[in-house]
């Protein structure tokens, strides 16, 4: 099984390296469109010779707008456009020569006048969290970086951040040196006096500065390196279509860890609204995630009991609670739809488990222990994150009891990334 990437845990730092949340470094990015010269820039020969002259070097497209830039005084030389593939330039990449790979895998010319093009390649994401694997927020950007965001409280609503404004040393007559990043706040103006972020009432996302700002973050299979790459988009029908993959496969296989999927792009028609407040439809290519997993037979007999060793009835007992599922298991004996009470798994007859089932549920126990989560509301929520992690009728099936006991050990590791994990995920599956 795949240990999830986590945070470190504040309890356990040894180093300042780790005051902060460790995260995976990203290797190289991949582009979904590409960006195209104005029409003010065309009509300068000297930003087309730049242009063509960037794209034979494979610069990335924000070096070449700013040498046109430099050289003709054009602030914005270059705009995005939405095409049918992937832009995967060696400039994107710490290592130039894995851009090139990708392509050279995973390419083809469609032979319709593109050329050897990016249309569809396999991602594996690092986290069964699909929000690590697309965090998104909306953002006010200016030159100098981020001047406000959104972030969620612990409330679940939407506020709007900034950062402090530096504080100034009156003894060294400067800003004073900030340690571990700047402090974040929030923000509480005259146009947004509660901090809530509320689309409808902000000047800056009215006024077309403020927008969704969000990535994709993954790893491409045989491509090397040690991290993962960035596919940044700000589409909403993007994430809407991706989390509902996503989720799809989560129910279905109970974790996305290890899932290949395929990433390509499809034209769908969508729906905006103009300036002059008129709804238009336009056909747009988006990004698109599928996988080649079968979801009827994964969904299939995934609640009937299958013969195997008593195991699976006392983990039930031991990862479930004793009398709850001491229930559940007998209603499931008479319950028309699974069988009688002969179809549970029994030992036969002089039939011995192996030796390290014998004390699954006193490991289950101590192992819950260790992790904080021996109260009702961490056994609540350890019920909910088994079954989203490895599927419904998961306690029957003897490898993902296993696999479960052996999550929880390496929970041990860092166990408030952990707890925070089960929460996050058991707040989202809990009625």
């Not at 403020?210 to 993007?238: D, K, R």
């Not at 390509?264 to 905006?272: A, F, L, M």
Request: charged residues 25%; glycine residues 8%; contains cysteine.
């Amino acid at each position: 099984m795949h240990a999830p990437i986590t945070y470190s845990e504040p309890g356990g730092r040894r180093s300042l390296l780790e005051e902060r949340p460790m995260r995976p470094p990203i290797i190289g990015k991949i582009r979904p469109g590409i960006k195209v010269l104005t029409k003010a820039a065309r009509e300068k020969p000297e930003a087309v010779r730049i242009h063509d002259a960037g794209l034979a070097r494979g610069e990335s497209f924000e070096r070449i707008a700013a040498e046109i830039t430099r050289a003709t005084g054009i602030k914005m030389p270059m705009v995005p456009k939405n095409v049918p593939w992937f832009t995967c330039r060696a400039s994107d990449f710490a290592n130039p020569a894995l851009a090139e790979d990708i392509v050279r895998r995973y390419g083809e010319d469609r032979n319709d006048g593109n050329g050897h093009r990016l249309w569809r390649f396999p991602v594996v994401f690092a986290f069964d969290d699909w929000l690590s694997n697309m965090p998104n927020q909306l953002v006010a950007w200016t030159h100098s970086g981020r001047q406000y965001f959104s972030e969620y409280g612990s409330d679940g609503r939407r506020y709007c951040k900034m950062y402090a404004p530096p504080v100034r040393d009156a003894r060294a007559n400067r800003a004073k040196r900030m340690w571990g990043g700047r402090t974040i706040i929030l923000r509480q103006d005259e146009d947004v006096p509660d901090g809530i972020c509320d689309p409808q009432e902000c000047p800056q996302y009215q006024g077309g500065h403020c927008n969704l700002s969000a990535s994709f973050y993954f790893a491409v299979p045989c491509a090397t390196g040690l991290g993962l790459i960035e596919m940044p988009t700000t589409s909403i029908y993007v994430l809407q279509k991706a989390h509902a993959a996503m989720q799809t496969v989560a129910m279905a296989r109970g974790r996305l860890v290890g899932v290949k999927f395929w990433m390509s792009k499809q034209e769908v028609e969508i729906s905006r609204i103009d300036d002059g407040g008129k709804p238009v439809r336009q056909m747009q290519w988006l990004i698109t995630l599928d996988a080649e997993i079968d979801i009827a037979a994964l969904l299939d007999g995934s609640d009937r009991p299958v013969p195997a060793l008593e195991l699976a009835n006392q983990a039930a007992y031991a990862l479930e609670g004793d009398q709850s599922v001491g229930a559940d298991v007998a209603d499931l004996a008479h319950d028309p739809d699974t069988g009688d009470g002969n179809t549970l798994p029994v030992h036969s007859a002089g039939a011995e488990p192996p030796h390290e089932d014998d004390d699954l549920e006193s490991q289950y126990r101590d192992l819950v222990a260790r992790l904080a989560l021996d109260s009702d509301e961490g056994a609540t929520q350890l019920k909910a994150f088994a079954a989203a992690t490895f599927g419904r009728g998961w306690s029957k099936r003897p490898q993902d009891v296993r696999q479960f006991v052996i999550e929880l050990r390496t929970a041990l590791v860092n166990p408030l990334a952990f707890r925070e994990q089960v929460a996050a995920i058991a707040a989202d599956v809990l009625p």
